[in-house]
C-alpha cells in the first residue's frame, strides 16, 4: 500500500507532525509539500493520504480549502491539523468540521489534531485587536508544542489510520 504526506506549514509546527506521520508509516511512502503537488488529482496514484495544514482565521487555509475540494472520490485520506487555541473549543473545531465539508468526497478514515506554538509576529499582531484578546490568550499556553508526546501521538495515529485503510483494501 502507498502512502503519502502532505503538508501546508508556515512556521514549521504542522511540517514536525508531517515528518512524523511519515516516519511512522512503512515504505513505500513519499512526504511533499502541498506546493509540490500541482493538481489534487495526481494523489490518485495512492492509496492512502494524509492531509495537514495549520489554523488560520479560524479556518483552512485557502490553498488547502481548494486541494480538499479537488480531491479524487472515494480517495483513503487522514486529515491532521495544528493551532494554537485550545483542543476542543470552537476556534479550532470549526476548522477541522470545516475541511471534512470541503473534503466530503474523499473517504476520511480519521483526523488528528495538536496545539502549535504561535510564532511571535502572529501574537504581536493579534494582541493589538481587541477581538483576538481571547484567542491570544489561549495561544500562550500552545507554547512548547507540538512536544514529543504530540508527535508520539501523531507516530500513532497514523499506524493506526494505515491498518484502518489495509483493513478495507
Ligand atoms: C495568520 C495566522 C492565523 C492564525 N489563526 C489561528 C486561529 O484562528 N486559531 C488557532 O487556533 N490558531 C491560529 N493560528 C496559530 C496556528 O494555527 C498555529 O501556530 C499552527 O501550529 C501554525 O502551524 P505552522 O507552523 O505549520 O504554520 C494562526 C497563526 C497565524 C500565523
Redesign the pocket.
Known sequence: MKSLVIYF???????KVAEAIYEALPQPKELKKLDEIKEAKSVADYDLVFIGF?????SVPYRVENFLRQLPPGQKIAIFM????IPGTR??RE?LEEALILAGKARVLGTFTSR????PE?MEIFSRSPEHEL?TEM?VT?RHHPDQNDLDDARSFARWIFSLAAQSE
Do not use: E, R, Y
Not at 502549535?116 to 510564532?119: D, E, I, R
Open positions: 506549514s508556515q512556521t514549521g509546527n504542522t511540517k495549520p489554523v488560520h482565521s479560524h495544528t493551532h494554537g487555541s476556534l479550532s476548522a502549535g506554538q504561535v510564532s502572529a484567542w495561544a500552545a
